[in-house]
C-alpha cells in the first residue's frame, strides 16, 4: 500500500512536467505578445517591458525560471493585470472555482447515485423508466443551454435566486445545478447499470441464502461493489466539472479563474495561463489518485502491487 | 453474465446462424428508443444537406429594423440581434454541428484506431512508451488543451498569403467558416480513450488461436493486423465512438461559445447561444430556440448511441 502511494504520488512529476512543457511551448508559439496593442508602443518601450519580465531570455531560461518559482509557490507576476501577482489573482479566484465545483460535483455524485440506486431496485417499473428518462433528459441538455434557461425561469422570472455574481449561499444554488445535472445524469445511469450487474453475482445469493436481511443485502453486499465504476468516473468527471466552469461562470458572471482564463489566453499573459493550466491539471492527477486509492476501501479483493 | 448465455445459447441451435452486423441491425430495429433517435437523426441530416432550400431565408441576411423581432407569422422563431432569421440561422447551424460529429469522430477514430492497434500490436517497450505517453497525457484536461490549440491555429493561419502550405490550410479554413481548425482540434485530443480500448483489445485478440493458427501458416504481420485483428478491434469501436458523437458536437458548441469556435457570420448553436443570454431579459427567444436544437440533437444521438451499444456490444455496461 504504502509502495503503492508513493509510485502513485512520484507518477503526479511527469504529468505536471509534460502538461508544463506543453502549454509553454503552445503559448510562446502563438504569434503575438503581451504588449500588442491597438496603437503600437514604441519599440524601446517594447524591449523595456520584455526586458522587465524576462521576455527577452531564451526560451528554455524562461521555463526553468517559472518552475523553479512555481515549486516554491511564486507564480510570477501578470502581464495584463500589472498591478496584481498570479499568486494574489489565484487566491481571489481559485477559491469561487474550487467553492463551485465542489457544490456541483456533490450534488452530481449525491443525485446521481441516489437516482440510479431507486432505478435499479425498481427496475422495470414506471419509477425506473421515468428516473432513467430524466437522466437521458439531462445528459442532452448542455450546460450553455441550461445555464440561461434556469437563469430565465427561477431568477428573471420568479426571482427566487439572484441572477448573477456571487458572494451570498443563494448565488451557488443555479450555477451548481447547471454544472452538476449532466454528471448527475451520467453518474445515475452507471450507478443503475453497476447494480443491476453486480446484484446477479454469486455473493449476494450467498449473502441471501445465509438469511442477511434483504436490506442489508442491497445496501451492504450490492451497492458497495456497485460503486466501483462510478468511482472510476469520478476522476475525470471532476476535471470535466472543474474545466467547465468556464462556460458557468460566464453565464452567470462569476468570478472565478474559469472566467478569465480564455481571456488570458488571448492577452498572451504567460504565467496566468501557465498557473492555471497547471492548476487545473493538479486538480484532476490528485482527483484521479484519490479514486486509484479509493478503491481498495470499496472491494476487498483488490489488492495494490 | 451466466444466465444470458444459457438462454441465448439454447436457442441458437434450432436457428440459422447470422453475421455479427445482422444480428446487431434486427436488435437495434427492435429498440424503440433508438429507433426514434435515428429519425430524428435522419431529420437532422436532411436539413443540414438542404439547408440551402429548405431554410426560408440565407443565414446572412438581416435588416437591422428587424432586429430582437419576436417571433411571427413571418420569422417563425424571430430575429437575432442583427435582425437575422433565427430559424434559418439554426437550420444553416446543423450543418456545423453534425459535421463537427462526423468528422471529428473520424478523425479521432483514424488516430485512436492506428495508435492503438500500432501499441498494441507491437507490444513489450513500444507498447509501454506509448501507453505511458497516453497516460500522461490523460493528465491534461481536454478543454485547457483544446483551448490552447485553438487560440494557436486561430492566430498562426490568420489572413496568410495563399500559395503556401500553410497559406492553403488557412484559405481552407476561412472558406469553412473557421469548422477546419474545430476539427483539428477535435481530432488532436479526443483519441486518448479509443486508442487505451483498441489497444487493450489488440493485446486480447492477437494471443487467441486463430491468430496463431494464421501466422504458423506464415502469413506476414501486416496481413494479421488488417486482415485478422483490425476487424475484431471495428465492432466495440464503433460503439465507444457511437457513444462518443455527442460529446463532439458538445465541444463544437463549447468552442464557439467562447468565441473559439466558428467565425461570424457563419452560424453556430454555440455561438447564438451566447449571443443570446446577454439578451434574454427582454428577449428570451434568442435563448429557448438554439437551446432546444442542441438538447434535442444530443438527445436523438444519445439515444442512438444506447440502442448501437446494446445491439453490437450486449456484455457492455454503463
Not at chain 1, 85 to 111: H, K
Not at chain 2, 106 to 130: C, E, P, Q, R, W
Not at chain 2, 155 to 182: C, H, K, Q, V, Y
Not at chain 2, 283 to 312: E, K
Amino acid at each position: 500500500m504504502i509502495t503503492f502511494l508513493i509510485r502513485r504520488i512520484l507518477w503526479v512529476i511527469p504529468v505536471i512536467l509534460l502538461v508544463s512543457i506543453c502549454t509553454f511551448m503552445l503559448m510562446h508559439a502563438i504569434p503575438g505578445g503581451p504588449f500588442d496593442a491597438e496603437k503600437a508602443l514604441p519599440q524601446a518601450i517594447i524591449d523595456n517591458l520584455n526586458a522587465k519580465y524576462h521576455l527577452d531570455d531564451p526560451l528554455w531560461k524562461q521555463y526553468l525560471d517559472y518552475m523553479w518559482g512555481f515549486v516554491r509557490f511564486d507564480l510570477g507576476p501578470s502581464i495584463a493585470y500589472r498591478a496584481r501577482s498570479v499568486n494574489d489573482i489565484l487566491s481571489d479566484q481559485w477559491p469561487v472555482t474550487a467553492l463551485l465545483g465542489s457544490v456541483s460535483f456533490a450534488i452530481a455524485i449525491i443525485g446521481g447515485v441516489a437516482l440510479g440506486t431507486i432505478s435499479a431496485f425498481r427496475q422495470n417499473t414506471i419509477i425506473d423508466y421515468s428516473s432513467m428518462f430524466i437522466s437521458m433528459l439531462g445528459l442532452s441538455i448542455p450546460n450553455m443551454a441550461l445555464g440561461p434557461l434556469l437563469l430565465w425561469i427561477f431568477a428573471l422570472n420568479l426571482r427566487w435566486f439572484p441572477p448573477a455574481t456571487w458572494g451570498t449561499p443563494a448565488h451557488v444554488v443555479l450555477p451548481a445545478i447547471t454544472l452538476g445535472t449532466a454528471f448527475m445524469a451520467s453518474f445515475a445511469r452507471i450507478t443503475r447499470a453497476s447494480i443491476l450487474q453486480v446484484i446477479r453475482e454469486d455473493y449476494i445469493q450467498t449473502a441471501r441464502a445465509k438469511g442477511v436481511r434483504e436490506s442489508l443485502v442491497l445496501l451492504k453486499h450490492c451497492l458497495r461493489n456497485a460503486l466501483i465504476p462510478v468511482v472510476t468516473i469520478a476522476g475525470p468527471s471532476f476535471a470535466a466539472i472543474m474545466t467547465g466552469s468556464m462556460i458557468v461562470e460566464r453565464i452567470f458572471a462569476i468570478p472565478g479563474i474559469g472566467k478569465y482564463y480564455v481571456t488570458s489566453v488571448g492577452n498572451r499573459d504567460y504565467p496566468v495561463v501557465m498557473a492555471m493550466t497547471l492548476i487545473f491539471a493538479l486538480a484532476v492527477v490528485v482527483m484521479n489518485l484519490l479514486v486509484d486509492v479509493s478503491y481498495g476501501f470499496l472491494d476487498p479483493r483488490i489488492r495494490y502491487n | 453474465m451466466l444466465s444470458s448465455h444459457v438462454v441465448s445459447g439454447g436457442r441458437n441451435k434450432t436457428r440459422k446462424s447470422r453475421s455479427l452486423w445482422k444480428d446487431g441491425l434486427r436488435r437495434l430495429s427492435r429498440n424503440g428508443a433508438a429507433i426514434i433517435g435515428g429519425c430524428i437523426v435522419f431529420a437532422l441530416v436532411i436539413l443540414a444537406v438542404g439547408a440551402g432550400w429548405i431554410a426560408p431565408y440565407h443565414y446572412t441576411d438581416g435588416r437591422v429594423i428587424d432586429n430582437y423581432l419576436h417571433p411571427n407569422g413571418e420569422h417563425l422563431m424571430g430575429c437575432d440581434f442583427m435582425g437575422r432569421d433565427l430559424m434559418s440561422r439554426l437550420i444553416y447551424g446543423t450543418r456545423v454541428s453534425l459535421s463537427a460529429a462526423v468528422v471529428g469522430a473520424f478523425t479521432s477514430f483514424f488516430i485512436g484506431v492506428s495508435y492503438g492497434l500500432i501499441s498494441g500490436f507491437a507490444g513489450g517497450k513500444v507498447d509501454n512508451a506509448m501507453m505511458r505517453f497516453v497516460d500522461i497525457m490523460y493528465g491534461f484536461p481536454t478543454l485547457i488543451l483544446i483551448i490552447l490549440l485553438m487560440v494557436f491555429f486561430k492566430s498562426t493561419f490568420s489572413n496568410i498569403e495563399p500559395g503556401t502550405f500553410r497559406g492553403a490550410l488557412s484559405a481552407l479554413d476561412a472558406r469553412m467558416g473557421g469548422m477546419f481548425f474545430i476539427f483539428v482540434g477535435i481530432g488532436i485530443t479526443s483519441w486518448l480513450g479509443m486508442a487505451r480500448l483498441v489497444r487493450g483489445m489488440t493485446l486480447s485478440v492477437r494471443e487467441k488461436e486463430y491468430i496463431e493458427a494464421t501466422r504458423a501458416i506464415g502469413a506476414p504481420k501486416l496481413r494479421i493486423l488488417f486482415r485478422h485483428v483490425f476487424p475484431n478491434v471495428l465492432g466495440p469501436a464503433i460503439v465507444a465512438q457511437a457513444l462518443a458523437i455527442p460529446g463532439f458536437i458538445l465541444y463544437e458548441a463549447f468552442l464557439s461559445f467562447i468565441g473559439l469556435g466558428v467565425n461570424p457570420p457563419m452560424p453556430s448553436w454555440g455561438m447564438m447561444l451566447s449571443e443570446g443570454y446577454v439578451a434574454m431579459r427582454s428577449h428570451p427567444h434568442l435563448v429557448l430556440f438554439p437551446a432546444i436544437a442542441i438538447s434535442l440533437t444530443l438527445f436523438a444521438f444519445n439515444f442512438l448511441g444506447d440502442g448501437v451499444r446494446d445491439a453490437f456490444d450486449p456484455k457492455q455496461v454503463g
